[in-house]
């Protein structure tokens, strides 16, 4: 997921070159996989912890 968010990371930022359409998805992309990416990280990280005790 994390790989998402840069790659729309980079088409926000290529996006300000004349896209402006594709840049605003691309920059709404990225924010909403980088939330994603750490809600999931956050969440493996107290299951797991939740399982080892």
Avoid: S, Y
């Avoid at 840049?23 to 939330?35: D, G, R, T, Y």
């Amino acid at each position: 997921m994390l790989k998402w968010a840069l790659f729309f990371a980079i088409v926000a930022v290529l996006g300000f070159t004349g896209v402006a359409a594709g840049a605003a998805i691309a920059k709404f992309l990225f924010v909403l996989f980088l939330i994603l990416c750490v809600v999931f990280l956050v969440l493996g990280f107290v299951l797991t912890k939740k399982a080892i005790d």
